[in-house]
C-alpha cells in the first residue's frame, strides 16, 4: 500500500524554468493538497482540490497552478520558477475531515 | 480566514516527563476540526491526535491528550512521559470544512535523556 507517492524526491532549477511536480494516492481519496513547508513557517497551503474536476486557491497559490487530472493524480507546476520558490513541497491526500496523509517530500532549490 | 497560531517555536522536556504544546486558532466558524501533526528528522507527517470541535469530550491516544477550550479557541497538546522517540516538530492545524486545512508554525519538542 503506497499511499501517497511524490515525484521527484529532489529538483534543482535555475531561475526562470518550468517543472511539474507530480502527486499520486491510492486511498480513493476526495481532498488533495500542495503545501511548502518554509522554516518558521510552518506548512501553507498553496491549493487544494475537494473532488475530481474542482481546484482552489490556499494561502500562497501565485506562481503556482495545479491540475486534477484524475481521482488519483494532483499535479503542481511551476511556470517560471524563482528563488523564492525555495522550498519542500509537500502532497497530501484525505477523506472528509479525517486523517490527512502526506507524501515524503520534495525538496525543490531555484538558484 | 482563519488562522492557527503556535507561539512557542521550540521546547525540551526530560524524558518521562509531562510537557504541553500550545495552540490557537481565529474562526468565526462553529464546526470545525483540530489536528496535531507530528513530524520527525525523517520528514514524514504523521498524526497525533484529532479533535472535532461539536464534541466537548477531549480527545486522547495513549500518552497523548488535548485541552480543547472552544470558547477561548484553544487546542494545547500534552504528552505525558515523554519519550526520546518524541523528539519531532509538532504542528497545530484547523480544518473549517473538509476541503482547506491550515496549518501553525510549528513547535521544535526536544526530548532529553
Known amino acids: 500500500n503506497a499511499g501517497v507517492t511524490q515525484t521527484p524526491k529532489f529538483q534543482v532549477l535555475k531561475t526562470g524554468q518550468s517543472m511539474t511536480l507530480q502527486c499520486a494516492q491510492d486511498m480513493n481519496h476526495n481532498s488533495m493538497y500542495w503545501y511548502r513547508q518554509d522554516p518558521g513557517m510552518g506548512l501553507r497551503l498553496i491549493y487544494y482540490?475537494?473532488?475530481?474536476?474542482?481546484?482552489d486557491k490556499g494561502e500562497v497559490p501565485n506562481g503556482y497552478n495545479v491540475s486534477r487530472l484524475n481521482k488519483r493524480e494532483f499535479s503542481l507546476r511551476l511556470e517560471s520558477a524563482a528563488p523564492s520558490q525555495t522550498s519542500v513541497y509537500f502532497c497530501a491526500s484525505s477523506e472528509g475531515a479525517w486523517e490527512a496523509f502526506f507524501g515524503q517530500g520534495t525538496r525543490l532549490t531555484v538558484v | 480566514a482563519q488562522t492557527v497560531t503556535q507561539s512557542q517555536p521550540e521546547m525540551s522536556v526530560q524524558e518521562a516527563e509531562t510537557v504541553t504544546l500550545s495552540c490557537t486558532y481565529d474562526?468565526?466558524?462553529?464546526?470545525?476540526?483540530l489536528f496535531w501533526y507530528k513530524q520527525p528528522p525523517s520528514r514524514q507527517m504523521i498524526l497525533v491526535i484529532r479533535?472535532?470541535?461539536?464534541?466537548?469530550q477531549n480527545a486522547t491516544e495513549n500518552r497523548f491528550s488535548v485541552n480543547f477550550q472552544k470558547a477561548a479557541k484553544s487546542f494545547s497538546l500534552k504528552i505525558s512521559d515523554s519519550q526520546l522517540g518524541d523528539t519531532a516538530m509538532y504542528f497545530c492545524a484547523f480544518m473549517k470544512h473538509v476541503d482547506d486545512m491550515r496549518f501553525g508554525a510549528g513547535t521544535r519538542l526536544t526530548v532529553k535523556p
Open positions: 482540490s475537494a473532488s475530481e474536476g474542482t481546484t
Open positions: 474562526t468565526s466558524e462553529n464546526n470545525y476540526y
Open positions: 479533535q472535532e470541535a461539536y464534541k466537548q
